[in-house]
C-alpha cells in the first residue's frame, strides 16, 4: 500500500523586516547579547577580555548572533583632541592621573539578512532560504555542515558549531515575528540604537536620522548597506556609521561570488578557444612542415 505524505504550504508572504542600528545611540552596555543569548538559549562564551576592551565575545559566531564591538581610538602622537572626529572624551583613571582623550566607537553588529544573499546562493542542499518575513534563514534539519555559506559570507556572519557541526547564525527571531512580537535584542536595547520593523520604513527614518545629525553638525553620518552598491544588494539590517567600514570590521565593497560567475565563465570559455586555437595552429604547421 503506497504512503502518500502531504506537503505544507508555505506561509503566505509579509511584508519584509529588518534592522536598523543606529551607532551614535549604542552606549556599549550589551543588553542585545544577553537578551539574544537567553532567547535562543545561546551558551555563553566566557570572561575572555579582548586587550583593554570590555569586549568579551569578540565576533559572531555560531554562539554568537548579536555581537557589540567597541573600537577605541586614541589621538596619535602630536594630534590634538577633536582631529579626525575624534571627541573629547576622557579615556583614563577617574582621578586624571593616567589616560588621554579620544573615543569609543561602538556597534551591535548581526547578520546582515541580504536581499541577494551569497550563503544562500551557495548553500547546495537548500537548507537556507528567505522566510515569509524576507529574513535570510537556516533549516536545521536540513543543513549538513558543507560551510559553504560560511565562506560566501562577505561579513563573517556564519559559523558552524562545535557540537552539531551545523551553521548557526541570527534568525531574526521568527519565532517571536510569527506571534507578532519584536526581536529580543531589539526589545532589550535601552537607548533604540537596535530598532525594528518594516524595511522600508526602517529606511526612511535612518535618512531622516542622518539628515538630523548632519543638522547638528556631524557630517560623518552616513548609511552603510541603505542602497545597493556595486555587485552586492541591500542590507535589511544595515547600519549609520560616523567612520569607515573597515573601522567596525565591515568590507568597503562586499564581494558576492554569484555576480563573478558568468563573467568568469566567459572568461574561461575565451581562454579554452585560444588554446585550442594556438594548438590547431601549432598541428597545421607541424603537418606542412613534414
Avoid at 238 to 263: E, G, I, M, S
Wanted: negative net charge; contains cysteine.
Amino acid at each position: 500500500m503506497l504512503t502518500f505524505f502531504k506537503t505544507a504550504e508555505a506561509p503566505p508572504p509579509q511584508t519584509p523586516t529588518g534592522f536598523f542600528t543606529d551607532t551614535t545611540l549604542c552606549i556599549g552596555c550589551k543588553a542585545c547579547e544577553v537578551a539574544c543569548k537567553q532567547w535562543n538559549q545561546l551558551p555563553s562564551d566566557g570572561l575572555n577580555w579582548r586587550g583593554t576592551s570590555y569586549d568579551n565575545t569578540h565576533v559572531l559566531s555560531a554562539s554568537t548572533w548579536r555581537h557589540v564591538a567597541f573600537v577605541e581610538q586614541l589621538p596619535a602622537h602630536g594630534e590634538r583632541s577633536g582631529q579626525r572626529g575624534i571627541e573629547s572624551t576622557w579615556m583614563g583613571d577617574a582621578d586624571g592621573s593616567t589616560g588621554q582623550f579620544g573615543r569609543w566607537l561602538m556597534m551591535s553588529d548581526v547578520c546582515k539578512h541580504c536581499q541577494q544573499a551569497p550563503c544562500e546562493e551557495a548553500c547546495p542542499t537548500g537548507a537556507i532560504l528567505y522566510n515569509e518575513f524576507h529574513n535570510v534563514y537556516v533549516q536545521q534539519d536540513i543543513c549538513n555542515g558543507c560551510g559553504y555559506c560560511v565562506s560566501a559570507c562577505p561579513f563573517g556572519v556564519l559559523d558552524r558549531g562545535e557540537e552539531d557541526g551545523r551553521v548557526h547564525k541570527c534568525t531574526l527571531c521568527y519565532d517571536r515575528q510569527k506571534d507578532g512580537m519584536t526581536p529580543a535584542c531589539a526589545k532589550a536595547c535601552p537607548t533604540e540604537s537596535i530598532q525594528f520593523g518594516p524595511v522600508e520604513e526602517l529606511r526612511e527614518r535612518a535618512r531622516r536620522r542622518v539628515e538630523e545629525l548632519h543638522r547638528r553638525g556631524d557630517s560623518t553620518a552616513y548609511l552603510y548597506g541603505d542602497q545597493p552598491a556595486g555587485e552586492y544588494s541591500a542590507l535589511n539590517a544595515f547600519f549609520l556609521l560616523t567612520d569607515t567600514p573597515q573601522t567596525y570590521n565591515l568590507p568597503q565593497a562586499p564581494r558576492r561570488p554569484n555576480a563573478r560567475l558568468l563573467p568568469n565563465y566567459l572568461l574561461g570559455l575565451a581562454g579554452t578557444a585560444l588554446m585550442l586555437g594556438v594548438a590547431a595552429l601549432s598541428m597545421h604547421r607541424a603537418g606542412r612542415a613534414a
